[in-house]
């Protein structure tokens, strides 16, 4: 009997979804934190006014993110428990309409009708709802939606963005501050979104691109709003 190799490689779909959200989340963390920064900084506020600011910032998008995060994900997770017990409650009524839908979905899949209506017996034998929800549904156990744990990675990973233009502001020389947090804000963008396409098989360079684009662009118009206000009040 031919030993079954356990399935070992890990594919890049199962690190991708995690570490997009991380990155995003850093991104996020990166320009609306040093974007408040510079609109602040151009408004000529003093290095303590700016510290404040930048952690305020920072618990505040923080918070932000996970009740985003949290709201969202458990209304999946509603929508997920709603279609079980529907698919539970067909199962019960009408297990003969749900094998043949199963054979049907195999079927669908490449399989001779006499092997589709097999394995739809066997799975169904061994696991009813389970298989139904994974092959009819698409819910499966690792990819069930986790609230706290979205929630909680995602504000983690903002916080983790927002601290790296705050300690530039912490280490960085009083005068030209503002240079110095878009300049290091530009590097830190580069490199994740370089990371992110990376990871996700894509060209770093243009990911870097486009996350540095779009993050200069951001801290350009607050800015320039800042310097606005600056000269107003
Ligand atoms: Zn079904």
Not at 34 to 52: E, H, I, K, Q, R
Not at 58 to 64: D, F, Q, R
Not at 112 to 135: F, I, K, Y
Request: aromatic share 6%; net charge negative; hydrophobic share 50%.
């Amino acid at each position: 009997m031919r030993s079954i190799r356990r399935h070992i490689e890990t594919h890049r779909t199962d690190r991708i979804g995690w570490l997009r959200a991380a990155v995003l989340g850093a991104n996020d963390g990166i320009v609306s934190t040093a974007s408040l920064l510079v609109g602040v900084a151009a408004a000529n506020a003093s290095a303590s006014s700016l510290m404040m600011t930048g952690v305020a910032g920072l618990v505040a998008g923080a918070m932000s993110m996970a009740a985003g995060e949290y709201v969202s994900v458990y209304s999946q997770t509603d929508t997920e428990e709603a279609d079980l017990a529907r698919e539970r409650a067909e199962l019960a009524a009408d297990p003969a309409a749900e094998l043949r839908e199963l054979t049907a979905i195999y079927v669908g899949r490449g399989l001779q009708p006499e092997l589709a209506a097999q394995v739809a017996e066997q799975l169904t034998n061994h696991d009813a709802l389970g298989t139904h929800a994974r092959d009819e549904l698409g819910i499966s156990g690792p990819h069930r939606a986790r609230p706290v744990q979205a929630a909680l990675s995602s504000a983690a990973s903002f916080a983790g963005g927002a601290a790296l233009p705050l300690a530039v502001v912490a280490i960085a020389p009083g005068n030209g501050l503002i240079y110095w947090i878009c300049g290091t804000s530009l590097i830190f963008l580069a490199g994740l979104g370089a990371l992110a396409s990376k990871a996700g098989g894509a060209n770093p360079l243009a990911g870097a691109w486009r996350v540095t684009f779009w993050g200069a662009l951001a801290m350009a118009v607050t800015a320039g709003v800042g310097a606005m206000f600056g000269t107003v009040v």
